[in-house]
């Protein structure tokens, strides 16, 4: 949620700072700051001038005017709680012994114990957050006589977690030291002017050439010199990137639509929702909120609300949370719930997911489960300043960019993966262990590469949709974790094609759809190589003995074979338990090229709003 803009440059840099922070601000925050040194190049000591308020960034524009700063290198910084409430005490940069100034992004697992051994050493500490133990560490090497690149060095090799920092020293005017491991950063490269920041976007203004750090990396920019060193403090040369953003970030670019323009954004929205959430084994539970903590050591169940394709995404979530965490999980649509009397057990974490936070039904199913009984509120959104994420006690940002298009494809993934990460945090105290973790997290590592390999199949199920265009009805089938996502996959189908679809669970074909299966109703099933994966053969064996067409969307690795009136579609192996993340890909595009074929509204199909503000 955090973001970093650093700059050293031949000219004043405060403006530029100022922009990059106003372009991050969709990212969602509670306080900015900025910290600048003076023109002066030549090494003598200067003051760091520094300026932070909590609130918006216009609070720190209104500062600045009244006491403004001036310099050639500086870094800002908008900071989203994790650590301490919002406050300018709590806001970033940090400073050490006036010497050493710092932003960070990221959550510092050790940081209690780095905090107890530096206020031994004689620091103190004005703030309650993670970050400041980084900016005394380094203070500690630089005060030693270390070189400012290699106290940074020094000072992280002690960290555990995810970071991404960007350091200025007071007698190191034009120099900007940074690094990252688990939360992202690039470099900005310029004429006489070179920068860092947590998102391209914050540099649109001034570049569109960039470095994409790597993980471990260590960077020390001037305004005319770029020098990166890798894990192994080995000095390394990273590819530059020309990025081509758009007039507008909600704009089409070269897609014909903006669903499909979302659909192909899924692999590095996932990889974004991971950055600065999990560390190289685990996840860091304090992305999650300031007392997230305390609220899953007390939670002995889950309720979960929210409506149509989020709804889908919860239910998911049922099945990870009873079978990895052994409590249980209600889940609830939201417009049901509203206008239900509801017994709450002991323990409920109430959970909201809302890609907008305004979501009518489920804004107003919260504002019930407050008076209700529930113990503590989560919500599970894409806007940062939305009504949900104001009243619930904590949240978690999908970091998936605006969705434009109505049938949402990217939030839906990206939740998905945030109630995985919910499940393995509440997991760690009921049983799951570090080892457990640690492979599911590396597991998860993978999928943005997955994805990638699901999105080459394009022009296959582009073909596939043409069977399509001429039928009026169509039924998915999925068996356990994937029944969700069939149910998915028919409302894709159904909200953007008008083609009436329906999704249900495999075993249950023989109390009623069977009846409706014939030569001209295409079925799709979802077949992810698991333990109820003998169960699915048996069921699509129904189907096949009453001459329905059958489209399976398979691991390649499952014993699928195509033949007369089945069509199999290969997917690459993903571990069982993330396959609803993967599968729910191609069903996405299945749905987005029959709607296509059929010359229908993709992006704003009839009788549709993307976000519902009334019941």
Request: with cysteine; hydrophobic share 45%.
């Amino acid at each position: 949620m955090c973001g970093i803009v650093g700059a050293a440059a031949d000219r004043n840099v405060p403006p530029i700072l100022i922009e990059g922070l106003q372009r991050l601000e969709y990212r969602g925050y509670d306080s900015a700051g900025i910290a600048v040194l003076p023109n002066d190049r030549s090494g003598t000591v200067s003051a760091i001038e520094l300026r932070r308020k909590a609130g918006k960034v216009n609070e720190l524009v209104m500062d600045l005017a009244d006491r403004p700063v001036h310099g050639t290198t500086g870094i800002a910084h908008t900071r989203w709680a994790t650590h301490g409430p919002p406050c300018e005490e709590n806001a970033h940069p940090h400073v050490s012994g006036g010497r050493v100034a710092l932003v960070h992004n990221g959550i510092i697992e050790n940081y209690e114990d780095l905090r107890e051994e530096l206020t031994e050493q004689g620091y103190g500490f004005a703030s309650d957050t993670d970050s400041e133990v980084i900016v005394h560490l380094i203070d500690r090497g630089y005060v030693d006589g270390r070189t400012l690149l290699d106290a940074v060095r020094e000072a992280v090799k002690r960290l555990e977690g995810a970071y991404a920092i960007g350091v200025i020293a007071h007698d190191q005017p034009g120099r900007i030291v940074a690094a990252r491991a688990g939360s992202p950063l690039v470099v900005g490269k310029g004429i006489g002017e070179n920068f860092i920041a947590s998102d391209v976007l914050a540099l649109k203004a001034v570049t569109d050439r960039f470095i994409f750090l790597e993980e471990g990396d260590l960077v020390e920019i001037t305004a005319d010199d770029i020098s990166i060193w890798n894990l192994a403090d080995e000095s390394v040369i990273r590819s530059t990137v020309k990025v081509e953003m758009a007039a507008e970030e909600v704009g089409k670019g070269n897609y014909r639509h903006h669903m499909q323009k979302e659909i192909f954004e899924q692999a590095a929205v996932l990889k974004n929702a991971l950055d600065g959430r999990v560390g190289r084994h685990r996840v860091l539970e304090q992305a999650f909120g300031l007392t997230a903590a305390e609220v899953f050591d007390a939670t002995e169940g889950v309720t979960i609300v929210a409506c149509g394709t989020s709804f889908y995404a919860a239910s998911v979530a049922r099945y990870w949370i009873e079978d990895l965490v052994g409590i249980p999980c209600q889940v609830e649509i939201a417009s049901e719930f509203r206008y239900r009397k509801v017994a709450v057990a002991p323990g409920h974490l109430f959970v909201t997911i809302t890609q907008s936070g305004e979501t009518a039904d489920t804004l107003a199913a919260l504002r019930v489960a407050k008076v209700s009984g529930y113990f503590a509120t989560l919500t599970i959104c894409n806007v940062a300043t939305s009504s949900t994420v104001r009243e619930s006690d904590l949240a978690v940002m999908l970091q998936a960019g605006p969705e434009v298009g109505v049938a949402s494809t990217k939030a839906f993934t990206s939740q998905l993966l945030n109630l995985f990460l919910l499940t393995l945090l509440l997991g760690r105290r009921h049983g799951l262990t570090e080892q457990r973790e640690a492979e599911l997290v590396t597991a998860m590592h993978t999928l943005d590469s997955v994805l990638e390999r699901i999105l080459r199949l394009d022009e296959q199920i582009c073909a596939l949709a043409e069977r399509f265009v001429d039928r009026h009805h169509a039924l998915f089938l999925g068996r356990g974790l994937m029944y969700p996502v069939a149910m998915e996959g028919a409302l894709k189908l159904k909200e953007i094609s008008y083609i009436h679809a329906e999704g249900y669970p495999a075993g249950e074909l023989k109390h009623g759809p069977l009846a409706l299966v014939d030569d001209d109703m295409p079925v799709v099933a979802v077949a992810p190589n698991d333990e109820l994966l003998e169960k699915l053969q048996s069921n699509l064996q129904e189907v096949r003995a009453r001459g329905g067409e059958l489209i399976v969307f398979a691991d390649a690795d499952s014993g699928f074979r195509e033949s007369e009136g089945v069509t199999v579609i290969a997917l690459p192996r993903v571990a069982p338990v993330l396959a609803p993340i993967v599968y729910a890909v191609p069903l996405q595009l299945l749905a987005y090229h029959v709607a296509v074929l059929k010359g229908t509204d993709v992006d704003q199909p009839r009788n549709l709003a993307k976000s519902v503000t009334v019941e």
